[in-house]
């Protein structure tokens, strides 16, 4: 893009729309700005290569660890660790500002830190599971995001902590992992919330959108504890949170790419409402002998924060005129109203939903035809097949019915993304 305006800039000026005082300074914008942004490709090999680096050192030690005496086991524990933390030194005082030596010595770090842990559990046969392991590891690599300003360690960090709550939540119940996960969410808010400031359009950022919505969604399971079925309108709630989220990020940060937030606001709803269009799904959750009410679970509490949350940045956005016009926000109150008209009346449930999942397959082909989305386009129609393929399980249809619809939203799907290719070139 800068070459681009660059070139253009002799014509302007010949045209009489700038002069050449104002090129001059827009020349030595781009010379600033391309002296203080860092190589990418250099940069992708600084990852790449510290990340084999700490492998490789790993694997040696590891090929003759057995020919070691426990001695120089322990000193071979530790010496990773020695080394990334004077390179992390040297980085701080010597290399500030400077990103290759930043990500790449954090990685290191990162690695030495989880290679010295285990070794030394190994060497003394210190009793602990892999959730310890994962928990320490992720604690003491907390602050390498924030003293080398790097984001690989954040992006690290993240998928440690979500491995460890998942570990601990989900394999190894005895273990408390929440109040330790959301901890560690909000040690690593501040550093993720000034890097999409800072730089929004960034690789970095776009991974962090994608994978901190991924690891809420992941984890958020392991709070279930007594009342599953409440689960669900907990995660609804979670879903259309997260869609807000991202649209709250897309207002003061326009150049994010918020697919994390997106994949999570419609396709993770649009799941859950498949699972239910089947009437069994219905049966399975209420059906179930459960002593104590349902509004005595953590679950329930964990669904009314999420919907008042929810809500409150809904009217928040609405009040700051940022774009909430997508219908998938109002998906919430429906499958509350559909999840407690199912403790009644499972079937009307059932058919509440299949209607819904209609309609919003729908309206959003339409929605995706008026703004020339192709992706919205094929959501819609995603929608409409994964219908077609669940009733084509419950439903005693004729076959030859079956592959006739089949055949219509196959062609419904050429046809679509044809059309809206044409009709963006045109």
């Not at 209420?286 to 349902?294: D, M, S």
Request: proline share 3%; charged share 10%; net charge positive.
């Amino acid at each position: 893009m800068s070459k681009h305006i660059l070139s253009a800039l002799p014509e302007l000026i010949e045209a009489g729309l700038i002069s050449p005082a104002t090129a001059d300074e827009i020349v030595a914008y781009y010379e600033k700005k391309r002296d203080h942004s860092p190589n990418k490709i250099l940069l992708a090999f600084a990852i790449f290569g510290a990340l084999l680096t700490g492998l490789g050192i790993i694997l040696i030690i590891a090929h003759n660890w057995d020919n070691f005496s426990q001695m120089t086991k322990t000193i071979f524990a530790f010496l990773p660790l020695v080394i990334g933390q004077v390179v992390a030194g040297f980085t701080i005082l010597r290399k500030s500002g400077n990103m290759v030596w930043q990500e790449a010595s954090a990685i290191f770090l990162t690695l030495s830190i989880g290679a010295s842990i285990s070794l030394v559990s190994q060497i003394y046969n210190l009793l602990g599971d892999l959730s310890s392991f994962l928990f320490w590891w992720t604690l003491l690599s907390l602050p390498l995001m924030y003293l080398l300003r790097s984001s690989m360690a954040s992006l690290l960090f993240w998928c440690g902590a979500a491995y460890y709550a998942a570990q601990a939540g989900y394999f190894e119940r005895g273990h408390s992992a929440s109040p330790w996960y959301w901890l560690f969410v909000l040690a690593a808010l501040p550093y993720y919330y000034q890097l999409s400031k800072r730089a929004g359009a960034s690789n970095f950022a776009n991974f962090h959108h994608l994978v901190v919505p991924i690891s809420l969604v992941i984890v958020f399971g392991t709070e279930s504890h007594h009342h599953s079925s409440i689960m669900f309108l907990a995660y609804m709630s979670l879903f259309g949170l997260l869609h807000l989220l991202g649209m709250w990020i897309k207002s003061w940060s326009p150049e994010s790419n918020i697919s994390g937030y997106q994949m999570a606001g419609k396709l993770g709803p649009l799941g859950l409402l498949m699972w239910f269009s089947f009437y069994s799904s219905w049966g399975e959750l209420h059906f179930r002998n459960n002593p104590e009410p349902f509004w005595m679970g953590v679950e329930f509490f964990w669904f009314l924060g999420l919907s008042i949350l929810f809500i409150a940045l809904q009217l928040w956005l609405q009040r700051q005129k940022a774009e909430v016009s997508s219908h998938f926000h109002l998906l919430p109150f429906a499958f509350a109203l559909f999840f407690f008209i199912s403790m009644v009346h499972p079937f009307v449930s059932t058919v509440l939903v299949n209607l819904l999942l209609l309609g919003i397959g729908i309206a959003t082909v339409v929605e995706g035809s008026q703004k020339n989305s192709i992706a919205t386009l094929n959501i819609g129609m995603l929608t409409l097949t994964g219908l077609l393929i669940c009733r084509f399980f419950d439903l005693k249809i004729d076959f030859v019915v079956r592959g006739i619809l089949f055949i219509i939203v196959g062609v419904g799907f050429f046809l679509g993304n044809y059309w809206m290719i044409k009709k963006k070139k045109s």
